[in-house]
């Protein structure tokens, strides 16, 4: 069954794959292309079929010079999937199909598989295992981030190039980390063009897949049309690490105190992480209310397929 699923899934996982997977960056080579569900005509039904709730049309703006291509959110109500996938391939819109890898069966049967076979070669179970399928314009580009669940990027179709920075406090400060885990939707990093000179770079080539050390920080930059999965999952490691750091955000807001996860004994850990859990469930962090804009509509007729609109907030 192992040899199996692995070689449905992965052409060459080596030993030395099975070795650094979660504690280094590493590539592989998937086969995720053969299961006809990447071309345009299947990902235009996709877009037909998902909810709406669970579709983010964006571009990018450029308002502060801190957080350079921030995405702005587009109403793409009016146009069908096709439509959807010509915009991609012409403007400057970035569509994130989020959870399709779990919603539909024929997606969901592959992301099992997928899970299956890193669960077997690895033997560690990932829990809450999500997908969703990036349909990306040429000159997208994801600013730099982090994402506080284990991420994996499955690349697909078309050509990126991916910078993956160390994991230290340099690159994301503590505070910037609490900042990602209490507000859901803001989870930009501050970033400046000379922490490149830190960062690790990869083209991606179609049909590879890369991941890396949990949290650390990364931005994309396409160089095509692109097609990409991208799947998240929790570990133990991530859900500890996440409850101490909503802990520490709590202590932050109430009363000031800064402390830092670097230099915190595991005692201090493990307390922090249960009241992480109950402090979680009482709601006792503030998250300011972030209002999702919308401030462009995907219209066929106009120039990239971009219309500026009066801004309102997101009613779909
Ligand atoms: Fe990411």
């Given at each position: 069954m192992e040899s199996d699923l692995k070689s449905q899934i992965f052409q060459n996982w080596t030993d030395e794959h099975t070795n650094i997977f979660g504690k280094d960056i590493m590539t592989v080579r998937h086969n995720?292309?053969?299961?006809?569900?990447?071309t345009d005509e299947a990902l235009a039904d996709l877009l037909d079929k998902?909810?709406?709730?669970k579709v983010d049309v964006c571009t990018m703006g450029n308002a502060d010079p801190r957080f350079p291509n921030k995405f702005m959110t587009g109403d793409f109500?009016?146009?069908?999937g096709k439509t959807l996938m010509n915009a991609a391939k012409a403007g400057a819109v970035w569509i994130n199909v989020r959870e399709a890898m779990n919603v539909h069966p024929e997606y969901k049967k592959v992301l099992d598989k997928m899970y299956g076979a890193i669960e077997q070669i690895t033997s560690r179970p990932p829990f809450n295992a999500r997908g969703g399928i990036l349909i990306s314009s040429p000159i997208a580009k994801v600013p730099y981030h982090c994402d506080q669940t284990e991420t994996i990027l499955w690349h697909i179709r078309g050509k990126k190039r991916i910078y993956i920075y160390p994991t230290s406090e340099e690159f994301m400060s503590d505070e910037d980390y609490q900042n990602i885990i209490t507000q859901d939707r803001e989870d930009d990093v501050p970033y400046s063009k000379d922490m490149d000179a830190s960062a690790r770079a990869f083209d991606l080539a179609e049909g590879e897949m890369i991941s890396w050390r949990l949290n650390a920080p990364h931005r994309v930059d396409n160089q095509s049309f692109c097609v990409s999965v991208t799947t998240e999952y929790s570990t133990r490691e991530s859900a500890f690490k996440n409850s101490v750091m909503f802990t520490n955000a709590v202590l932050r807001q109430r009363f000031g105190v800064k402390s830092r996860w670097s230099s915190a004994s595991m005692p201090e850990k493990y307390t922090k992480s249960l009241a992480g859990h109950i402090l979680r469930k009482v709601g006792a962090y503030k998250t300011p209310i972030g209002e999702d804009m919308v401030t462009f509509k995907v219209d066929p007729q106009a120039d990239g397929y971009i219309a500026k609109i009066d801004p309102f907030v997101r009613n779909f």
């Open positions: 995720l292309a053969d299961t006809g569900l990447f998902h909810p709406t709730q109500r009016d146009c069908d």
